[in-house]
Nanobody, 125 residues
Framework: QVHLAESGGGSVMAGGSLRLSCVRS????????MGWFRQAPGKEREYVVI???????KYTDPVKGRFTVSKDNAKNILSLEMRSLKPEDSSLYYC???????????????????WGQGTQVTVSS
């Protein structure tokens, strides 16, 4: 069993920055996929960035160049540095973990069986 706990959300003005962290405990076997997803009210959960155990990343287009994911395997911490935040980035952000799917990491929600409780990010204009 994997337990994920996010922290670091908050309220910022547009153009500001936030850093989210996700601590992984339980089964910390490092092979597989992790990612950050977000869900705004009335919208479906969407991926923000996926990172595999080799460090390969895939970012959704709206955050490319502004968000950076990093993983500390020794401390089992997944981080998301968010810069130049926009009001449309406002969402509940979730950390997720899961095994490889069809030999790699998918961006689909259903391929991630483990989720944190979420941390709220609010960006004001």
């Amino acid at each position: 069993q994997v337990h994920l706990a996010e922290s670091g959300g908050g309220s910022v003005m547009a153009g500001g920055s936030l850093r989210l962290s996700c601590v992984r405990s339980g089964d910390t076997y490092s092979r597989g996929c992790m990612g950050w997803f977000r869900q705004a009210p009335g919208k479906e959960r969407e991926y923000v960035v996926i990172i595999d155990s080799d460090g390969h990343t895939k970012y959704t287009d709206p955050v490319k160049g502004r968000f950076t994911v990093s993983k500390d395997n020794a401390k089992n911490i997944l981080s998301l540095e968010m810069r130049s935040l926009k009001p449309e980035d406002s969402s509940l952000y979730y950390c997720a973990a899961g095994p490889f799917f069809n030999g790699g990491c998918s961006t689909e929600v259903f391929t991630f069986p483990y989720w944190g409780q979420g941390t709220q990010v609010t960006v004001s204009s």
